[in-house]
């Protein structure tokens, strides 16, 4: 039996709770079933250092339609049910040193299922927040501030470097 609610969870399907849902529901021809679950946290935190599985085309294979596994180092920003939205750096090198840096449409935003994402521990979390003016992430070096309409007192990204300079924050 599938249980979705178990998708993405940091139990990863090995509580309590699950077991005795499959076992109620044994026999009765359910395949697939969603439930409430107090216990279901998710398996990734904001700020937690991981490292995205991705695919690029191998142009040695291309004309077999063959493509090749790229890993990034990345943080994780949501977890939304079974998938992550977390964050690489544009133009970030690959981890196995293929030659593949990071080549994205967007500013480094990716969506990836949780089955291609693993946590890194050899790389410290960052405290991940968002900007409360422009909604960016001060902390991933994104600052989405318009100097010529952004007050200082309002943009998290300047309060952050003040403090880190032991300065005042303005607001």
Do not use: H
């Not at 039996?1 to 969870?9: A, Q």
């Not at 946290?41 to 904001?46: E, V």
């Not at 490292?51 to 142009?59: A, C, G, L, Q, S």
Request: charged content about 30%; glycine content about 12%; overall charge neutral.
């Amino acid at each position: 039996m599938k249980t979705l609610t178990c998708n993405g969870c940091a139990y990863d399907g090995a509580c309590e709770r699950q077991k005795d849902k499959r076992a109620a529901l044994r026999g009765l021809g359910i395949t697939t079933v969603k439930f409430i679950c107090k216990e279901r946290r998710d398996a990734f935190a904001p700020g937690q250092p991981v490292i995205f599985t991705t695919y690029v085309v191998d142009e040695d294979e291309a004309y077999r339609g063959g493509s090749m596994a790229v890993r990034y180092a990345g943080y994780a920003v949501q977890q939304k049910g079974a998938k992550l939205v977390g964050f690489i750096k544009p133009e970030e090198p690959d981890l196995d040193e293929e030659g593949f840096p990071f080549d994205t449409k967007g500013r480094g935003f990716v969506k990836m299922p949780i089955k291609r994402v693993a946590a890194d521990p050899s790389r410290e979390p960052i405290a991940l927040s968002m900007c409360s003016w422009c909604g960016d992430y001060p902390a991933l070096g994104l600052c989405g501030k318009d100097p010529s309409w952004t007050p200082d007192s309002k943009c998290d990204a300047e309060n952050m470097a003040r403090a880190d300079e032991g300065g005042p924050s303005r607001g």
